[in-house]
């Protein structure tokens, strides 16, 4: 009756390793790797020298985590909320990071704003153009077909999804457009 | 200035914005000479990464040039040629008094679950990135580091994170001399990470991934042996049986929310947005490692919920250690072993594209086109 032995029958034969593969076990003492501890002795990084870092100003209204006992003192401002997307943004900010609708409400305003921008980019004489944006002409230009075709690849199976998430609502839109300009001319005609 | 800017899913474009300022007395305002796109931009790109807001700059690997200073930095002067770690972060907080570079809390007031990260949503704080001419590096007296003159510029911009990072991965795992060491995915993480496991001290190192180019390279680069899962009807049972059906001693999970292998999983975590990432190289990585074993996790996921068989992790006794990298934590160890030569970072580097073309750089580095591994992008002129 075969049974597991307490080795393994296969260990691998590391004796050509060092000769083949460059800087093979310089780090193989597990105490003297950079990671190692997790945790270093208490103490402040290299390169501090402040007790407590300053408050960068421009705080008012800066959205925070509500697990943070105070806005932190240092922080990002490459694009601050605003329109609707921000009021749906400032919603998901009641609820803690734990909360599945923090996220999920933080997901639908970045759908909300990817719409906003794409309105204003009409507004600002700056269209957004579905095609430069996406980048697709490397399809052309790097191997777009040959990349894929003949490929054991296992994303073949859904690139399809890809087309339709990004041209679905653009194609939408237009037909939900050319309905809407219809309907207003045939209800101009009729008066 | 140009910089990318993104638009919504799956689009990005150059545009005019104002070149950022001095807002902390700490900052250095930096002018951009390399940066890449890196896999993790990808799930920001694809609009999987809550609260990334159209009109971010991505881009948290890049190296450049300090063009002005903050009042009280002391460490860096104008002109100084810098390396930057993704990592933003004070270097006083309980956490980086603590070496937790990557979790500060004093950077970060959009979630207290992540550090600050450049370019990365405001998940990660809402910092523009260096995928533009122009960025602001906050904390200038303790992230950056000024590069070294022997060191190749490339190589300077992969220590940023891709490299640190799969590095770090390989320490996550815990190899001991002798181990077999399973990475799955051959992105430029996973490349790194096989090629650390042997300075580890690793007996094999096995790379798992679905695009032959990339097994090709891992072959190549990191010494690896390599199966394409896409050929294996159950690629954790293959691996079972050429790890004498015990499994391996250590699994890396490189591949983090994109995983494919799974339609289900993939499409509702990267399509749908239904969960944090699609956790197929994680399940696989429980699945496939032996009992008792380790589990390291550096691919990235996001703050959702992930169908990730806890089950199965904690029946088998594993230990799961992960976190986004302390990268300047790595640095000194790793600039010896490049000067060393014991690996040279941009042997993986396949495409040099100008800022003002990323928006194809983006897509082809989504779409895996033409043997695409690691893109980085030039400054023009």
Redesign the interface.
Known sequence: MPA?PAD???????SA?VE?????????D?AD????P?????????????????E???REG????N??AF?????????PMGGL?GIV?RR?YRFS?AR?A???I??A???V??????VR?FAEGRP???I????????L????WS?RVG?????N???W??PI??GGPWVAATVVAGLAGRAAVRGARRR | MRAMVY???????VEEKPVPRI????DAIVRVTHAAICGSDLHLYH?MM????????FGHEFIGVVEKVGG?V??LRVGDRVMVPFN?????CYF??????SNC?????????VG?IY?YS??C????GGQAEFVRV??A??GPSVIPEWMDPEDALLLTDALATG??GA??A?????E?VIVFGAGPVGLYAAR?A????A??VIVID???YRLEKARSFA?AETY????YDDIVVHLKNIT???GADRVIDAVGAEA??N?LQ??TAA?L?LQ?GSPVALNWAIDSVRKGGTVSVMGAY????SAVKFGDALNKGLTINMNQC?V???W??LFD?IR????KPNDIVTHRIPLEH???????FS??????VKPIIVAEG
């Not at chain 2, 815990?174 to 002798?178: E, F, K, L, V």
């Not at chain 2, 990323?358 to 082809?364: D, F, K, L, T």
Request: net charge neutral; with cysteine.
């Open positions: 597991y393994r029958p296969n260990d691998p034969d590391t390793l083949r593969i460059p800087g093979w076990g310089v780090d193989a597990p790797r950079p990671a190692v997790k945790e270093l002795p208490v103490g402040p990084a290299p390169g501090v020298h402040w007790q407590v870092p300053e960068q100003p421009g800066r959205e925070r985590s697990e943070h806005l932190p003192p240092v922080f990002g401002t490459s694009t997307s943004r998901a990071e599945a923090h996220w999920l933080l997901l305003a970045d759908r704003a990817a719409t906003e921008a794409h980019s957004d153009n579905p430069t944006e996406t980048g697709v002409k490397a399809e230009t790097h191997h777009g990349s490929a054991k690849r296992a994303d199976n859904h690139a999804i890809d998430l990004v | 638009r919504g899913p799956y689009k990005v474009r807002e902390h007395p700490n609009g809550p609260d990334t807001r159209p009109g971010m700059t009280s002391r460490n933003v972060y004070c270097g006083t980086c008094a603590r070496g937790l570079y809390h004093n950077v970060n007031p959009n979630a207290t679950a600050g370019g405001h998940t704080g809402g910092y523009d906050p904390f007296d303790v590095y770090f320490q996550l815990d190899i001991r001399p002798g077999t650390s042997w300075f580890m001290g007996g094999r679905h695009l032959e010494f394409n899962f896409a050929e004498d059906n015990i494919d292998g339609f993939h499409v399509k947005k944090g996001g703050p959702i919920f302390p300047k934590r790595q000194p160890r072993h060393n030569g014991y690996l990323i928006a194809e750089g983006y897509h082809i779409s895996k086109l033409d043997g695409c």
